[in-house]
Every structure is written in C-alpha cells, then in structure tokens.
C-alpha cells in the first residue's frame, strides 16, 4: 500500500500493516486535471497548478491538523501501470476506507456560503448539499459506509459536518437507513436492499459499477 507523507509529500510503500493515515473521498475531475502514481513521483513544479494536486495538499494539510503523518488519495497512490497493483487496489479499496482512521468526504460543488453556520440541523434544507454530485457517483457509496469516521469539506475545504452529524440528512439524500450507515450493520442489509443504494449511482466506466460493489458484498473478483 502506498501513502502519502503529509510533511514531505513523498510516497512511500508500506507492506503488511500500515502506519495510521487518513483517506479521500472525492469525485475526480477531468484526467488533465487529475495527479498520476507516476507524475507525483516527479517534479511537483510541473503539477502544482493542477486543481487534483490542490485538493491532494489540502488533505494533507487536513491530516496534518488531525496529527496523522500518511493520507491514501486513489489518483496517486495507485500505480495504474501495473495491471497487479491495479487489481490488488480494486479488491482491497473497501478495506482501505474501513482502515482508515479518517475519511475526508470532498464536495467540490458545495460553497461555504451554502453552509453559513454549518450547523448540522441547517443542512436538511441545503440544497448544495442535497444536490452534491459526491452523493451520486458509484465509488463513493463504499467511501460513505466503510470508514467509521467520515468528516465532509465544501469546495474551499471548509468543515461541514461529520457522518454522524448529518446522519439523518444523509439517510434522506441516499436513501440509505440510519442503521446501516455504519460499517458493522453493512452485512445485515440484504442483497436487495444494497443493490437498490447502488442503483441510482453511476460511473464513469460502465465495468466500475461492477468494481464499486465489490466490498459493499463482500466479494472479491
């Protein structure tokens, strides 16, 4: 597993266990915008414009914050080159968000001035909130219900809520029921139940939706 020094900024590959680290979550931009395995690996002057390699340093600055020293971002700490670490990564990405001590939930379309006293009551009528596109991709459904802890940032990284501040919100965007918001009440939903919370989500390539599910059902491909 690779992670992301949050003081340096190198990767650095771990075997077995890994040290404490925070996770992302968020919707990939466009492919230009987005930082590669490989272009992190180089000269971050010919990235650092890129919106993909702001957020990943605001996450780390996040993590920083919350004293962790490693952060998992899937657009640069996947070699997609390698067809096994690509593969290893799919199968294992579920257990990666449960893993991980934070998830930060990015919502890139949501503005601070959408969320004034970012009370948690108050979002029930947020419509930027509501109508976040976070809410509707297939790889972030795992994102949501894997960690135990989950924070949500608006667009300038300002603090929105935790998972379980919005929980009731939450449950009315997604559908999802209030019990199964939380990782160890997952397997209790039934197969029905669950295919039903992936239904309305999509993603860019049509075998993701496939690969998306995989933890949620617990299998492995």
């Given at each position: ?188 939903a039934t ?31």
């Amino acid at each position: 597993m690779w992670l992301i020094n949050t003081t340096s900024l190198q990767l650095r590959s771990f075997q077995g266990k890994p040290p404490p680290y925070a996770i992302l979550s968020h919707r990939w931009g466009f492919d230009e915008e987005e930082v590669s395995f490989q272009e992190w690996q180089d000269d971050h002057s010919e990235i650092c414009h890129r919106p993909g390699f702001i957020k990943i340093l605001k996450a780390c600055h996040q993590a920083k914050t919350d004293e962790l020293d490693y952060l998992w971002v899937d657009t640069n700490c996947i070699d997609k080159s390698s067809s096994a670490q690509l593969s290893e990564a799919i199968n294992s990405m579920y257990q990666y968000y449960c893993d991980a001590v934070i998830c930060y939930a990015y919502l890139c379309d949501v503005q601070d001035a959408a969320t004034p006293s970012r009370s948690p009551s108050q979002m029930a009528g947020n419509t930027q909130f509501h109508q976040s596109g976070w809410f509707t991709r297939g790889w972030t459904l795992q994102e949501l219900l894997a960690p135990n802890r989950v924070v949500f940032f608006t667009s300038s990284w300002s603090r929105i809520g935790t998972k379980a501040e919005l929980k009731e919100v939450i449950a009315a965007i997604t559908r999802i029921p209030l019990r199964y918001l939380h990782h160890p009440t997952l397997r209790e939903a039934t197969i029905s139940c669950r295919m039903s919370w992936v239904s309305n989500r999509v993603t860019t390539r049509l075998e993701d939706i496939a690969y998306c599910m995989l933890g949620i059902f617990n299998i492995n491909m």
